[in-house]
């Protein structure tokens, strides 16, 4: 976690964020931005929902874990959302410069909603995990989707 923070300092002190961005959307395009999008909606509180109505079934202390996990980091995301009020990339490139797969959305762009979703439920299923090669695969499931908001351009 001290990891994650210092390197976020680093790319914001150093200004690198938009050009950080392009080389990464534009090296995320060896796969069909489609699939991005289909790895991007994994993240999305409908299909989170579904999976944890899943889970409830089989575990229902996990699935409340989990439900509480992804209504917390919902909460704060939102916050923090307000409070930075950062804009998207459509919000700052010409819309030629980068790869966009959805809606042009332009406001509102840290820190990203599906990436706190995804790692607040698969952080559950990570912290409930016995097997740790498990637990890896549910934490880069979790990577995966955040890095598909970048993919995809929002």
């Not at 992804?70 to 930075?84: A, D």
């Not at 990436?115 to 880069?140: E, I, M």
């Amino acid at each position: 976690m001290a990891f994650l923070m210092a390197l976020l300092l680093i790319i914001y002190f150093m200004d690198i964020n938009q050009s950080l961005f392009l080389r990464l959307n534009h090296a995320a395009q060896f796969m069909p931005i489609t699939w991005w999008g289909y790895i991007t909606y994994l993240g999305d509180g409908m299909a989170v929902g579904c999976l944890l109505a899943v889970v409830f079934r089989k575990n229902p202390k996990i699935a409340l874990v989990g439900i509480i996990a992804v209504l917390t980091s919902g909460i704060i995301v939102q916050v923090l959302k307000s409070y930075f009020s950062i804009p998207r990339p459509a919000g700052i490139f010409n819309l030629d410069e980068f790869y966009l797969f959805g809606y042009i959305l332009k406001s509102r762009g840290f820190p990203s909603g599906h990436s706190s979703t995804a790692f607040s439920l698969l952080g559950t299923f990570f912290y409930f995990c016995v097997n740790n090669k498990q637990g890896w695969l549910f934490f880069s499931a979790a990577l995966l989707i955040a890095f598909s908001r970048v993919a995809i351009g929002v």
